[in-house]
């Protein structure tokens, strides 16, 4: 009887780790396969003579890499959707649920190296072009984000700025990339960091 009951109970307990097993398997596969929130129109830097457009959320990468960030996203895991104004002002935010949380460190780390090294790289490919960049800091939110600004011109040109949000909140990364004809001291930093902990904030409701 009471080998017995010890078989029962290791049965019983054998069941429910694997039931705890599945359900733990289904639940990563849910997120791995759901979007990620993302920020809205109205959550970008006011534009002072139009609103914000925002396009539908869309799995996979944009069909052109954003300026700065070419070859660094994975298709794999990524969300991305499209905002603009009725001017040249526009952006974009692409977010990747990555395998771990240590694989999403590692590609935030990646994609800040690649935007603080942007202008530099810029520069090699463009003769004649001038290029500075900007470190605006890092934001307390989630598991961190950073802000950058880089700026591009060309002889007979109009400049071009771009602000760039880096972020984190456990295994999604996010990246939101906003750009129009200007210079940095044009750029909207202070509600573009808003922007940026709002889009960190968002990624998992």
Known sequence: MFRRTIAATTTALAAAAAALLLTTSATATAAATTAPGFLKGADLPPHPS???YAGAVTKGLPEF????????????????????????????????RASSAAAAADLTATLERKVAACA????????????????????????GAHVYGVHTSVPESEPGVHLFGIGRDGSTVTVVRWGQMGHLTDAPVPAF?????????RLNP
Request: some cysteine; glycine content about 8%; overall charge negative.
């Open 193 to 201: 960091k808003k922007t940026t902990t709002t889009a960190v904030n």
């Open 120 to 143: 530099a790289d810029w520069l090699r490919m463009t003769p004649g072009g001038t290029a500075s960049w900007q470190d605006y800091g890092r934001i307390s939110v989630e598991e």
């Open 50 to 52: 139009s609103p914000w």
């Open 65 to 96: 890499a954003p300026f700065c960030l070419d070859g660094v996203l994975p298709a794999a895991g990524s969300w991305h959707r499209d905002l603009g104004t009725e001017f040249d002002t526009n952006a974009v935010q692409i977010s990747v």
